[in-house]
């Protein structure tokens, strides 16, 4: 079974349903299962590297637009190595920075939509954004993405869930979620393994997400 496109995992998703009436709902059921997997999938897939360089005098910084959860800051020194900043709480780092006139970064707290950094930076210093990105959403315009590519199966079930959900169809929705989720679980302990074998999967994107340069995550 070929699924590895947008055409194609619509057409699973009515087979598996048994369904040849739910051509304008199916892209409604991929929309929700994307949103689901923002929610609940965290994999080296959607794991990104943003890159930035600080102004002198400037504390807070964009994050990238297509973030849905930040995994750690670091800062590339002069000497080529790169050091993990620690995370503090607002008021932890105003209260132990606060005295300091400003320096390279050593620690950074997340606001939202921003990070600020801490102390504020005294010159030009490489910040990278190590960070889990959105699903990109599946259309006839983009008709896969690197998770469709990686998990179909997470894909089609999620997808047939939310059929059987806007069927009413309490049978089949006990049966795909629970086929969802021995899938999830799966997808998990394989990402858990792998961070803890050395294996290392890269990426690449396009765009420039909230300003800042993106590169395969590590």
Known sequence: MALGTYSEL?????????????TANIP??????????????RVRANLLRAETTTTAGVGF???PDDLIELRNITYGASSGNSYA??????????????????GFPR???NLG????????????????I???????PLSTVVTTNNILQTFPDLYLFGACLEGAIYLNDTE??????????QTLESVRESEESARYSGTVMTMTTQGDPGGLVTRGAY
């Open 61 to 63: 910084y964009n994050l």
């Open 85 to 102: 900043l620690s995370y503090m709480s607002p008021e932890s780092g105003s209260r132990e920075y606060g005295q300091f006139s400003n």
């Open 172 to 181: 089949q929705m006990q049966r795909f979620m629970i086929i969802y989720s």
């Open 107 to 109: 620690a950074y707290t």
């Open 28 to 41: 409604d059921f991929i929309s929700l299962t994307e949103n689901r997997l923002d929610r609940e999938l």
């Open 130 to 136: 190590n960070y889990y990105r959105k699903v990109t």
């Open 10 to 22: 619509k057409t699973s998703i009515a087979n598996y349903l048994n369904r040849d009436d739910l």
């Open 113 to 128: 939509l921003n990070v600020e950094l801490f102390p504020t930076p005294d010159g030009e210093y490489s910040i990278g």
